[in-house]
């Protein structure tokens, strides 16, 4: 096959998600970029411009943002590295059964982890019932609604994302690299910290970029477990379109917030690339890096080191003081306390809601009153709910569908080929997953509304498939990263067509990674609220849009029920996929 031929077939492969995201990420993005220059009059203008910046309150809105972004990004780093490494270092099996932990809480509905923190924060829920119990307190600890609540709820909601992120890029890393320095004299903690610590840098920058990106994306967290001091812009963004119609004022916010990501983005992608996301690295010491990936590396064989120096010399003072704690051994128990405590963190919270869904009573409060399976017939019993459960089910069906069909090709010639500005077409594949969603929700509702397809189902597919497709690509790249080309090549040589052999060979043995993104992408539909918020139009109502509607009005039993529900769903799913994947590969 000529060069020729083959880049046409590696271009032919990229064309549909390209083409795709063109029309429904690009171009609704541009027509918000168009509203937020154009005055209502006519004319180019930058008055929405001018009125954010000179108003005070929309200063410290987005000052409040930030800030909630900058927080949320180092909690869930601090919280995230240990859980990884541990992940890493271990055995196949057990890093198998732990990720499934991990897991739970990022396929579990984030309404539902938000609920969740309800029952266990709020003024009668299960912290505050203990605390009085015991008598620690008097009166009620106000725990949620408040700064503290939407730490622990952007926490919880984006500390699985990081692990997985930092943990792509230690999976990685040569383990014979420690041993090597082991051999050299250098102590576990030194070791660690000055050869493993900084190889680790680009998973930990990765990680940074996607929480700090989606969190100021955020307004679902800050709207139920904050107050109005903890606004966000996202639900500036919201307000204006829903309560004041302003369209060209939404955009211009819309735009500020987009601007920022994509700074953020640039400056990422030039000192680290943006392939770390997919758990690659590139040559940062190559001639023609561009200046950025050269401070980026410099920061990694300078100043990341002489961190590791400082955070070892630590180290060494603490171990004169308890002698214990430079040991292998007892440094190994302490990961796995530390990292125990983080997957209670994740996983518990959820099952409180449990109990609260059989009360009797006609609020969420702990201990529940009664047995009764009231709420649960409301719910079963509701056209209202069983038509969004439905919609949601046949909605997440049909995205994963479609992000399969458009992301394995991506995939395939992302991995496999060295196709021109390569780089530059994976950064545009991931980008939905970097701007924040509420910017693309808009840009598609306007879109919808000229089209005629709000309200549609066919509207939601679409939309959800958008966010979906990045995960579909990222994964099945880190399953081809792994995969052996030398079975194709043997089944070439035995006269197999490239169709034949993609068919009854490479699929096949990557059905884990096959499965696994048909369910990031079910589970990433099934959960979206936010594009269901603006293109459902009230009539195509979908299980997340039903939940958040009754929560904006009162948060009741019904929710906990709806919620129990879907945890068991989800639950589930996942320990049937584990078990179907492991039956095949035992075979």
């Not at 040559?283 to 990341?304: M, Q």
Request: charged share 15%.
């Amino acid at each position: 096959m000529s060069p020729r031929l083959r880049d046409f077939r590696h271009w032919l492969a990229l064309a549909p998600v390209l083409v795709f995201l063109t029309v429904l990420f690009i171009y609704p993005v541009a027509q918000l970029l168009w509203l937020s220059v154009w005055s209502r009059e006519g004319g180019v203008t930058s008055e929405h411009f001018a009125r954010f910046f000179h108003s005070p309150v929309y200063l410290q809105v987005m000052l409040v943002t930030l800030k909630i972004a900058f927080w949320t990004t180092v909690l869930c780093l601090l919280g995230a590295y240990p859980l990884a490494y541990l992940l890493s270092t271990t055995g196949p099996n057990t890093r198998n059964a732990l990720i499934l932990w991990v897991l739970m809480p990022f396929w579990t509905s984030f309404l539902v982890r938000t609920f969740a923190w309800v029952v266990l924060l709020g003024r009668n829920g299960a912290v505050n019932s203990w605390l009085k119990s015991a008598g620690v307190v008097d009166e009620s600890l106000e725990l949620i609604y408040n700064f503290a609540g939407v730490m622990v709820g952007t926490t919880h909601a984006l500390l699985p994302m990081a692990v997985l992120t930092m943990l792509s890029v230690m999976q990685t890393i040569d383990p014979n690299l420690m041993k090597a320095a082991g051999t050299l004299g250098a102590r576990g903690p030194r070791a660690f910290f000055r050869v493993y610590f900084p190889l680790s840098a680009p998973g930990v920058a990765a990680s940074g970029l996607l929480i700090f990106a989606v969190t100021m994306g955020f307004f679902i967290t800050p709207i139920l477990l904050g107050s109005r001091k903890e606004s966000m812009i996202a639900q500036l963004i919201l307000f204006q379109v829903e309560e004041r119609l302003n369209w060209h004022f939404a955009a211009a916010i819309s735009v500020v917030l987009l601007a920022g990501t994509a700074v953020l983005f640039f400056v990422y992608d030039r000192m680290v690339g943006i392939s770390a996301l997919a758990g690659e690295r590139r040559d940062e010491y190559a001639p023609a890096a561009p200046r950025l990936a050269r401070i980026g590396a410099w920061l990694s064989t300078n100043v990341l080191p002489r961190i590791g120096d400082l955070i070892a010399q630590m180290l060494d003072v603490m171990d004169k003081v308890l002698p214990a704690f430079g040991r292998r051994r007892e440094a190994r128990m302490g990961l796995w306390f530390v990292s125990m405590a983080i997957l209670a963190f994740l996983v518990i919270p959820a099952f409180f809601l449990i109990p609260v869904s059989f009360t009797e009573g006609e609020f969420i409060e702990w201990p529940p009153s009664g047995f009764s399976l009231r709420w649960y017939r409301e719910y079963l019993d509701s056209p209202v709910w069983q038509g969004a459960t439905i919609r949601s089910l046949l909605v997440g069906v049909a995205t994963a569908a479609l992000s399969l069909a458009l992301g394995i090709p991506a995939a395939f010639a992302l991995t496999r080929t060295k196709v021109l500005g390569r780089s530059a077409v994976l950064a545009f594949t991931v980008a939905p997953l970097i701007v924040p969603h509420i910017i693309v929700a808009i840009g598609l509702f306007y879109l919808y509304a000229q089209l005629g397809i709000v309200g549609t189902s066919f509207g939601l597919v679409m939309g959800h498939t958008v966010f979906a497709v990045p995960y579909v690509v990222i994964t099945m790249m880190a399953a081809l990263k792994n995969y052996d080309v030398r079975l194709d090549q043997a089944a070439a040589s035995l006269g197999a067509t490239p169709r034949r052999t993609l068919f009854r060979i490479t699929l096949p043995v990557l059905r884990a990674g096959v499965f696994a993104s048909f369910i990031f992408a079910f589970v990433r539909s099934f959960d979206e609220l936010t594009v269901a918020l603006f293109v459902s139009g009230g009539l195509a109502t979908t299980l997340p849009k039903q939940m958040w509607s009754d929560a904006l009005l009162k948060i009741n039993p019904t929710l906990a029920a709806v919620s129990t529900c879907l945890l068991v769903f989800i639950t589930i799913t996942i320990l049937a996929s584990e078990y179907v994947n492991r039956r095949k590969f035992s075979k």
